[in-house]
């Protein structure tokens, strides 16, 4: 049997990813990239081992976080037959991956402060309007 090292995530991590997941982040990918953040690399199977998370979700967080460009993928044949197994790294700064979720949050308070004061305006104008 082959022996590793593999990493767990402490109460830190776990306050990093409730802040994420209250940004707006999937549990799932907020979960993994602290994991991400912690190693150079993994597999998805180490992901799984470490987090606590299942295949499905760990496939979910990568897909999510690989649409967005947040991490990089590199096959590694394993000896034998079989497919090659997927590492993962994270490819963007954790501060880049933040201010994502800044500007986003941002972008939709701005809109609905444009849309208070849209309405704002509409009920003086409709208030303006005598009654019968």
Not at 82 to 95: C, E, F, H, N, Q
């Amino acid at each position: 049997m082959k022996d590793s090292e593999v990493k767990m995530l402490d109460e830190n991590d776990h306050i990093f990813i409730k802040a994420l997941s209250d940004l707006g982040m999937s549990r799932n990918a907020a979960t993994t990239m602290a994991y991400l953040m912690t190693v150079d690399e993994a597999s998805s199977q180490k992901i799984e081992i470490s987090t606590g998370l299942r295949q499905p979700e760990v496939s979910l967080a990568v897909r999510l976080m690989h649409n967005q460009s947040w991490i990089s993928v590199r096959s590694e044949k394993k000896p034998g037959k079989g497919r090659p197994m997927k590492i993962y790294s994270l490819a963007t700064p954790v501060d880049e991956i933040i201010s994502y979720y800044e500007n986003k949050i941002y972008k939709e308070s701005q809109a609905t402060i444009s849309a208070i004061k849209k309405l704002k305006v509409m009920s003086k104008q409709v208030s303006l309007i005598p009654s019968k």
